[in-house]
């Protein structure tokens, strides 16, 4: 017993020693110093301009971009007709087995008139197509044209009244962490407003490195494609497209056009009824940390430079096999996705500032884009325009010529054991003269899935042959 008050009653003097200590030194000096900052005025700007940051930051005014940019944002209704198998409940009672079926999606009203952007996918396909404005209008809708390497369409209605619209923003400019509002129509609940920032730009799903968006953790559900991406002034930044999750519905992040690739697309469809791309005319790759140590190079980021088409807008520019492009005008190109949205929201004949790394030391060269000169079929390989030189050379009055052979080896054999070479011309599809890859295009695309693809070519010696695939 005698020890425990012994230990108890050390335990409270050493206690009482540390409170001690405490007031006497510790307190008095804490005392001290904010008493200094209080009598110093240079502290208060400090802490001033740091808690009205920090206030700015989270007042952040969605309502005004709300209310400028939902009222330009549309529900478009997709009806289909699909064909599906005839089960034994259609035949009893004399159904047909091709049923309607309907889709929705949203839209973004770019002029007064009645100009909508939307994906491509929300409209494919469409038997009839309608689009509901936020004030229950709804109007019948027709087919501008389409792009399905960018998922943009432009669609028409004609409207009783001029329509309120959404401005293009410079996607370009849009930062990292920047605020940002989804608008669209998901689940059918129209008018549905969103809020996060910007989490990365130039992002490639594909793995194919033929995509450049934008992706945003503003919550973007089935429905939604089409609507608007908009940031804090109500400037439309991107066509909300795409969602990756595995249960169909929003788990974290959304892609979007950017807003510069669609506004190109739309402006060439208007013009030109298609797609007009300008073309670099340089192949390559990004650079890694193996790819870099493999080459030599002193740098991890850009785009290497492996060969430069011949007559490109690269090549009377003066760009080299081994030049590393660090900048296409203001923009780092740290990944292809950088180069590959850069040039997509440009137009053939735009001249751009290249930045290129030679020998270690960095020079900008003016690169005129040119326009699309090649197509990849790959049954054949790329076939491009061909120069009056060429058709002279194989006394030909038309034709496309074969710039490299295919590199699926079952044809590329087939290729070479029949005597074709590059640089022998093509003057005939399915029957049809070509004269341009346009021609070329336009005749596989019209064709039917079980139809005979029949080529017509003239060897390099002189001899006109004709091959048929399935």
Do not use: C
């Amino acid at each position: 017993m005698k020890k425990i008050l012994s230990l108890l009653f050390v335990s409270a003097l050493g206690g009482a020693i540390t409170l001690g200590a405490y007031k006497t030194f510790i307190e008095k000096d804490q005392q001290v110093v904010i008493q200094q900052n209080q009598e110093q005025p240079f502290t208060v700007p400090v802490n001033h301009t740091t808690n009205t940051g920090f206030i700015a930051e989270n007042d952040v005014n969605f309502v005004s971009a709300a209310e400028k940019t939902i009222h330009t944002v549309v529900h478009v209704k997709n009806t289909t007709v699909n064909s599906s198998q005839m089960t034994f409940e259609d035949l009893f009672y004399g159904r047909q087995t091709k049923r309607a079926q309907i889709g929705t999606g949203s839209g973004v009203i770019i002029s007064p008139d009645g100009y909508i952007i939307t994906n491509n996918h929300v409209i494919a396909g469409s038997r009839e197509l309608s689009v509901t404005l936020n004030n229950n209008k709804t109007y019948d809708a027709t087919i501008i044209g389409t792009d399905e390497k960018t998922d943009i369409a432009l669609i028409k209605v004609e409207p009783d009244e001029e329509l309120p619209f959404t401005t293009f923003g410079d996607s370009d400019e849009a930062k990292i962490g920047e605020w940002v509002l989804a608008v669209g129509n998901p689940f059918n609940l129209t008018s549905t407003v969103t809020a996060g920032i910007i989490s990365a730009k130039s992002r490639d799903l594909s793995g194919l490195s033929n995509q450049s968006f934008i992706q945003t953790d503003a919550a973007v559900n089935p429905g939604n494609s089409g609507g608007a991406l908009v940031n804090t002034n109500g400037d439309l930044i991107g066509i909300n497209t795409a969602i990756t999750s595995q249960t169909g519905s929003y788990i974290g992040y959304s892609f979007a056009v950017p807003s510069n690739i669609a506004k190109k697309v739309v402006q060439d469809i208007m013009e030109f009824g298609n797609v007009q791309n300008g073309i670099l005319g340089v192949k390559g790759s990004p650079i890694s940390a193996g790819y870099a140590e493999k080459f030599g190079l002193n740098t991890s980021e850009g785009f290497y430079i492996e060969e430069v088409e011949e007559d490109s807008g690269a090549d009377m520019a003066g760009l080299k096999s081994g030049d590393i492009i660090q900048k296409l005008e203001n923009i780092e190109i740290r990944k292809f996705s950088d180069l590959k949205g850069f040039l997509n929201a440009k137009s053939p004949n735009d001249i751009i500032h290249v930045t290129v790394l030679r020998n270690g030391t960095q020079r900008v060269f003016p690169v005129t884009l040119l326009k699309n000169e090649t197509l990849t079929v790959p049954i054949i390989g790329v076939i491009k325009n061909a120069k009056p030189k060429d058709l002279k050379k194989y006394k030909t009055n038309n034709g496309v010529k074969i710039a490299s052979l295919t590199n699926n080896k079952n044809y590329l054999g087939y290729w070479m054991n029949n005597g074709v070479q590059v640089g022998d011309i093509i003057t005939a599809i399915n029957d049809t003269k070509v004269n341009s890859i346009e021609d070329v295009q336009a005749i596989i695309k019209n064709r039917h899935a079980n139809e005979l693809l029949r080529i017509e070519l003239i060897n390099s010696k002189g001899e006109k042959e004709r091959y048929n695939f399935r």
